[in-house]
């Protein structure tokens, strides 16, 4: 079989690196076609002299200008690409077969929608684009006959346990629940009191995974979990009532399938994204990732909790944003990622984080997300809306 053409977008985080490190194994069977970053020169310029792509791309320009003094300097040939533009042409291109979804929030939206528009497989990593585009983005991929394949390890766990036909819809095919599992993140016990003065060290400081900051956050509030909620009804077309959040704070369970004869399947594994990355690039065939195999009698003993709702008020707003549908989520995320960029800049407080999305919820207009542009317009309102909460609610207003 001829080589994957694959295409990275936000090679230099940590799905991207993950995903480098899997594709390092194998060789005889991908060829990095293009590698895309935000700002971060000197380490996309070492992918780079490692990987030899077609295309690197820098949305920043003076950060692209430095990586391409670097590559012709140290002789690669890979051509420099800028602007956001580029992320979009490079995740369409012919050579590509295979697109890794890897960018950080609502800035995956478009390039991520020119790969299901190019027919490609998309490995979704960038949960946030799914959140904030619905059923929009599940159209494109129907309709330009592109794949869709999890890399978020709760859903590639359920991917992984569902039946063959699940498209059918999931009833049909004898499913009665998604058993959807989360850590609890690390103030999962912590005195709900003294939740106001956590530090953005102490909420990116994850238990089990490592990750970028502003997933760990959302691990800590867990509006991660919320935003999983909602990116597996879009997955797996169901309703939010089909899905149950089970607290698992071993995270060796990755999620579950209950179904209607008593049978319950569960995806395990050692937390490393190496696996789902390895499982999406493969599938339907399985290869070698570099996961330490998964030693049970270590693990010895497996804990589930109900989640608490008050302690993690992020995850009933997801559920509601759900339930409300049109652009309460695209709102729900944009709010969101304003929120905990606030937190890491120290300019808000750990427990505001939820009070600023629920201002936001409260203070925009919901309408169906029946365009692109709709959607955009959404974001960019719940971005203005959110931004003076921040303010209002750290300077007492
Ligand atoms: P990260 O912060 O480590 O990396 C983000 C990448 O996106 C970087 O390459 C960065 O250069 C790029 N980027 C950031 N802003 C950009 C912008 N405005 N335009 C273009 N590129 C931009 O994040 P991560 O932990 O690798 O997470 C990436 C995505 O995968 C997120 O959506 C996250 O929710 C999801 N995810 C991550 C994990 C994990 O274990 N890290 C697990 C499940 C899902
Ligand atoms: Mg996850």
Redesign the pocket.
Known sequence: MSKQGVCIL???????VNTLDVINRHPEKYNVVAL?????DEKLFQQCIKFKPQYAVL?NEDAAQRLETKLRTADVNTEVLSG?ES?ERVAGLQAVDQVMA????A??LLPTIAAARAGKRILL????ALVMSGDLFINEVTRHNAELLP???EHNAIFQCMPDKFELGLEQQGVNKILLTASGGPFRTRDINTLHKVTPEEAVAHPN?V?????SV?SATMMNKGLEVIEACWLFNTQPSMVQVVLHTQSIIHSMVSYTDGSVLAQMGNPD?RTPIAHAMAWPERMLSGVEPLDIFEVARLDFEKPDFVRFPCLAMAYDALNEGGTSTTILNAANEIAVDAFLNKKLSFTNISKVIEKTLENTTKVEADSLQTILQADSDARHVSSDWVNKLEFNL
């Open positions: 936000g090679s230099t985080g940590t799905i991207g895309t970053a935000n700002q971060a949305v956001v992320l890897a960018i950080v929030g800035a995956g990593a960038n949960k946030e890399i978020d390890s995974w990750m970028g900051q502003k997933i959302d994204m």
